[in-house]
């Protein structure tokens, strides 16, 4: 399931369609059915107080239900914006977030006056900017942060997860993350996953545990935004065109640099961004929403399609895959939101 940042309800509906469901009064998972939620389970909707009220207690009634279920039936991915809420925002209480989102909101969707922009960053001077609390982490709630917390702690909440032969993490990894992991190209997705969830269980019990907790960073992989600049890392980056050897800004990648012969699943990007940010390698040339879709890259020639790839047998062993499953569910009606089959890595059909 690709990023569920979507009301409880239409989650639901978008399993429900695709038989994943039972008929109860408060549905669960089916016996039999598996489930991987690709991570991002909160911030979304627009900037007003019930809005966001709502996108709050949704976003954590998701995320409970999906850990409510036996980990060997729901795998639980974390996004960026989950880990935000033991990262960039880790020691706020409620009413500290509302002050400073009210301080925030002056600022960004108040004309952006300087004078608000200031009196901002002299109550947060720990955040890079005013956005990142009006729009893009605009739902944190502490209740949120906690049930993070505890995830994380019992190795519910994961970094990465392999299956069928197939990496799933929220935004992918390069080749640069093997070599900061220890691991060489070649790496099976098995390897791999095993060496990320690794990073991740070390990071917490070295920041989340004891006495004094501090925010959530996992050196060379994911480092949370601060008062210096944006986050960057493995949670946050997407493929971008770019000339070969090009310097690239933070939070991309040049998609020639994905490892060989590794099948990856990913999150965290949108069609949208994708067919504007990858240019003369996107096929399409407008976005569809709730779609799957794939990039291959084959030597040096990259390819962004819409649809599944190709099967196995079709593609060489050398190739690099990347397939994307974020449909922008909360504006997809959702009939029309398709999930990954990880046995096929082709669209989920529900089967009798």
């Not at 239900?65 to 020691?91: K, P």
């Not at 956005?131 to 519910?156: F, G």
């Not at 020639?301 to 990347?322: I, L, N, T, W």
């Amino acid at each position: 399931m690709g990023d569920p940042q979507a009301p409880f309800a239409h989650v639901q509906q978008v399993l429900a369609h695709h038989d994943l469901l039972t008929s109860e009064r408060r549905p669960r998972l089916k016996p039999g059915r598996r489930l991987l939620s690709i991570g991002d389970h909160f911030d979304w909707g627009a900037p007003t107080r019930e809005a966001r009220d709502a996108a709050a207690t949704d976003g954590e009634a998701c995320l409970r239900w999906l850990a409510s279920h036996d980990d060997d039936q729901v795998v639980i991915l974390a996004g960026n914006h989950d880990l935000a809420r033991v990262g960039e925002l880790f020691d706020l209480d409620d009413d500290t977030f509302t002050q400073l989102q009210v301080a925030a909101d002056r600022h960004y969707l108040g004309g952006a006056a300087r004078d608000d922009e200031e009196a901002f960053f002299r109550l947060c001077p720990f955040l890079p900017s005013t956005e990142i609390v009006s729009r893009d982490l605009s739902t944190y709630r502490a209740s949120q942060q906690q049930l993070v917390l505890k995830l994380l702690k019992a190795k519910r909440l994961r970094l990465a997860h392999a299956e069928d032969g197939l990496l799933f993490t929220h935004a992918g990894i390069t080749r640069r993350v093997l070599w900061r992991l220890g691991l060489d190209e070649g790496s099976s997705a098995d390897v791999v996953a095993a060496a990320l969830n690794g990073a991740l269980d070390a990071g917490v019990v070295g920041c989340l545990t004891g006495r004094r907790r501090r925010r959530l960073a996992l050196p060379g992989l994911h480092r949370p935004a601060d008062g210096i600049g944006e986050g960057d890392g493995v949670l946050y980056h997407r493929p971008l065109f770019v000339e070969k050897d090009q310097w690239l800004e933070p939070r991309r990648f040049d998609p020639r640099k994905l490892p060989r012969g590794l099948w990856q699943v990913v999150g965290h990007v949108r069609d949208k961004r994708l067919v504007s940010s990858l240019g003369p390698w996107s096929v399409p040339t407008t976005h569809k929403d709730g779609v799957i879709r794939h990039l291959i890259v084959v030597d040096e020639h990259v390819s962004y399609r819409h649809g599944p790839p190709p099967p196995r047998s079709e593609v060489p062993k050398d190739a690099a895959v990347m397939i994307f499953i974020d449909g922008a569910m909360n504006i997809c009606a959702p009939e029309t939101y398709e999930l990954l089959d990880a046995r096929t890595a082709g669209v989920w059909t529900p089967t009798t």
